[in-house]
């Protein structure tokens, strides 16, 4: 567990909105000493954490830990020093893996050094981490692995500070394949649904068009009703019009 003076450090980062504040941290990482990337070649070394050291990291005002592809992102570290020596930073490096399978690097981040920061004996400090990850990257999760490299004694040590999930976004200047994909998915479906609903209204109509057809003209007369109607005035009268039509 991290102390709580430790956290209320890196949460006054995070509030700090004031223009005395920003200028006080703004001094604060000058003193460090910060000197980019070319400050040291680490190469795939790896070192063992050294006890009496806890580390914790905070991503200012984006609790969501989203980053955006192209820009660069900042994030701070705080470490608490248990021990009886002080701590020598030398420093902080990242990089990005596929979240499944951490053996598949995605890419490695710039390392940044440090020529003037130490956090003294039972004391503890909050370093800046400013990265970037490639405006290629497509948008998804992926996994942060940061660690701050230091030395006590002349003995180098490493220890994580975060390993867990970041969402990579895009800048929102081009769309990503899988939306592109899905607003062409969207689109074909209400061109679809569109067809469909005009095909049942053009078959409802065709049916309401349709009447029942009645036959008009002379029928087939039964023999049993011409004997019923012989000798009678009706049958007389038709006799007399077959017999003028004739």
Not at 84 to 99: F, K, W
Not at 198 to 210: A, H, P
Request: charged share 20%.
């Amino acid at each position: 567990m991290y102390s709580g003076t430790l956290s209320s450090s890196l949460e006054r980062w995070c509030q700090s909105d004031s223009d005395a504040e920003v200028t006080e941290t703004a001094e604060e990482v000058s003193d460090l000493g910060i000197v980019g990337e070319d400050a040291q070649d680490f190469g795939d070394a790896n070192f063992s954490p050294a006890p009496g050291v806890e580390t914790v990291c905070v991503f200012p005002k984006n609790s969501a830990r989203l980053v955006t592809a192209g820009e660069e992102t900042e994030l701070l570290v705080g470490m608490k020093n248990d021990g009886e020596l002080p701590i020598t930073i030398i420093a902080i490096r990242a990089s990005v893996h596929l979240p499944f399978d951490h053996k598949l690097l995605v890419q490695n981040l710039s390392a940044q050094g440090f020529n003037n920061a130490t956090v003294p004996a039972s004391a503890q400090a909050t370093f800046p981490y400013i990265f970037g990850v490639s405006k290629y990257l497509q948008p998804g999760s992926f996994d942060l692995v940061g660690t701050i490299v230091y030395e006590i004694d002349q003995h180098p040590y490493q220890s994580t500070f975060h390993n867990g999930t970041i969402e990579v976004v895009d800048s929102g200047v081009f769309l990503s394949m899988e939306s592109v994909f899905l607003i062409t998915l969207g689109i074909a479906l209400l061109v679809l649904f569109g067809l469909w609903v005009n095909g049942q209204i053009q078959n409802l109509s065709k049916k309401t068009k349709r009447a029942p057809k009645v036959e008009v003209g002379t029928g087939t007369r039964d023999a049993s009703m011409d004997e019923w109607l012989e000798g009678t005035a009706l049958a007389k009268s038709q006799s007399q019009k077959s017999k003028k039509k004739k």
